[in-house]
Every structure is written in C-alpha cells, then in structure tokens.
C-alpha cells in the first residue's frame, strides 16, 4: 500500500517515525512518503518537504510569510498527486492539515487522522470538517473520545504515543554517571527548568524561576536550551546567576531531574512520564492571555490536569507566576509527602493513558482501515 504522511512539526515527526516502524512491521509492501522530518526518513519514509520550513508560529509570522504558505499547499497538493497514495494520513498540525484534508477528500484518496485537533478546547465548529473531511480519526487523549461521540463523530482511542517516546528512551537512557561527566555536573539533585522555546515567553518566565530558585543551595538547576536560541541569548537572561544549559537533551534532563519548574504545554505531560514532580508555569503577553481567557474552553492548561480531570500539578498562570508563589509550590515539591502524593497521582495519569502501544495501535488501525477499503 502507499501511505502519504503530513506533520508539521518536531513532535510530529517523531510521532510519525514510530508510527511509521509500526506500519513497515503489518506491510512488508509499505511505500510511505511524507512530509516530515529526520525521525520519519530514519525509519524509511521519503521526506518531500522538511517541518522546519513549515513552522510559522504566530499572527504576524503567518501573515509575513503567506507567499510560502501558499506555495506550501500548492507544492504538498502536487506531491500528493503525484504519489497518488492510498491513504492521507494527517498527524495534529490542524491549521495545514484541515485545509489539506479538503484537497484530499475531493480526490477520493482516503483521510486519517492521527491526533486530534484540540477542538474540546477552542474552534468547536472543526468538528464539523471532522465529520465532513475525515474517514477515521484517532485520538490519544482519554477525554476526546467522549467529546467527539457527543458530537456524533466514532473515534478510536489509541493511547499517548508520548508514553511509548518516554519508554523507549528510557530503555537506553545513559547513565547517571555519565550524564553528570558529560556536562560537568555535580552530585547534587537537579531541578530542571523548562521555560519554553521562543524568546518571548523565556524572557517572561526564566527570570522568575531563577530568581525563586537562587535560595536553594543545596540543589543544582539546569535549563533545557531550546535549540533555536543561542548561548548569548541565555547569558544576557541569566545575568551572572550559576546555573548550567544543556541543549538538545530534555529527555536525559528530565530522567536525572529530582524536581522540574515546565512551561506548559506537551513538555508537562513528559515531565510526569519521567516520575518528575513538578510546578507548571506559564506567563504570556497580556493582551494575548486575556483574548485566550475569553476564547479558549478549558478548566486547566497542563495536560497531566487535562487528562485526569483535577489538580494533580499546580499551575501558575500569568499574574499567579510570582517569586513567592513558586518558591511556596517548590517548597511541596521537595516535600517527601507531597512528592509521594503527586507520583502516586502520576500513576493513575499513566494508566489513563493506555499504558505503551498508542504507536502500534494506530498502526493496526491504519492498516486495517487500508486493506479493508482497498
């Protein structure tokens, strides 16, 4: 069978790479090409069009770049034609790969759909191009089945594939050891700090996770370096506190991390994948925070909170983001009761989200959904 991919970006990628060992496993026939990235082509997909010339995040960056975005549909349009695949699969990235879905229904090429667009949360009326665009979704939230099925839709609930990421890379993780020498390190617990990947939100939230932290002495803090941003941009942020970046390397951070102060985001639901307690932060331009508050439909913003429908991690929202509110919430953090509360509560999230096999899963589907229609 020949099965064309989109993902847009890196966490698409490596959802489509596992996706992608799967299917070659169920069709030893399999051709696969997409648009993805370095995960998806290591894994033998042929990649058409990398994610990194497609990340345009932001009003005034789609609006700046509109020529190439519209370039974009009428280049993946073409490659579509061109490898006339047997299936479409969209992998999350709604705002391209609903517009795709569109071209792709009206040439009869079957439409799958592999995480959902958060239409629970904002936009409800997609689910509509759902229902209308898409032959099967699957979803990897536990919430979004229900959701979907209020709204008529049949979904198919495959697990997280983030739980698969997390026990893979457990599974050959260094040592802790060796992670310490490899980046000069010292024995002391380390509290990982996330405060994001663009230069906006870092500005706003670093400063306050430094500052809470600079008393506690007895604990090594670590940033995780988003790969965009260059050593001088931390250095002018940091100032001439003491604290140690590591770029490209979150997953071993977060497997030798006491504690972690994580922006919001997928990165919250990793950091309780790894057993790290944690305070969840975000902090936005005001505007931006108050249009969301009024536009977007949900009681938390961590997916751990999602998930599991209750307050299993504290969260820091804009003007709640202090010094003195981070310090009172790590202070529960290294707090060996309130520890022990929080990971028996990250047991429970994991159970709820399907255990490993969210990448098999969909792979099975997809290729029962292919052979049953072919």
Known sequence: MKYFIIAGEASGDLHGANMVKELNKLDAQAEIECWGGDLMQAEGAKVKKHYKELAFMGIIEVIKNIRTIKKNFKLCRQHILDFNPDVVIFIDYPGFNLRMAKFVHKQNISTLYYISPTVWAWKEKRVNKVRNLIDEMYVILPFEKPFYKKHNIDVKYVGHPLVDAVEDFKSKAISRTDF????????????????????????????????????????????????AMDKEFYDEVIGNRKVNIIYNDT????????????????????????????????????????????????????????????????????????????????????????????????????????????????????????????
């Open 180 to 227: 310490l020498s490899k980046y000069d390190l010292k024995e002391e617990k380390i509290i990982a700090l996330l405060p994001g990947s663009r230069k906006q939100e870092i500005r706003k939230k670093l400063p306050i996770m430094l500052a809470a932290t600079e008393k506690y002495k007895q604990y090594q803090f670590v940033i995780a370096g988003a790969p």
């Open 251 to 374: 997953y071993n951070l977060l497997n030798q991390s006491y504690a972690g102060l994580i922006t919001s985001g997928s990165a919250t639901l990793e950091t309780a994948l790894f057993k790290v307690p944690q305070v969840v932060c975000y902090k936005g331009a005001n505007l931006s925070y108050q249009i969301a508050k009024r536009i977007v439909n949900i009681k938390y913003i961590s997916l751990v909170n999602l998930i599991q429908d209750q307050e299993i991690v504290k969260e820091l929202i804009q003007n709640e983001l202090t010094v003195e509110n981070l310090q009172q919430e790590f202070e529960k953090l290294i707090d060996e009761k309130s520890r022990t509360t929080m990971l028996h509560n990250y047991d429970a999230l994991i159970a709820s989200c399907g255990g490993v096999g969210a990448s098999k899963n969909v792979a099975k589907s997809v290729f029962q959904f292919v052979t049953k229609t072919n």
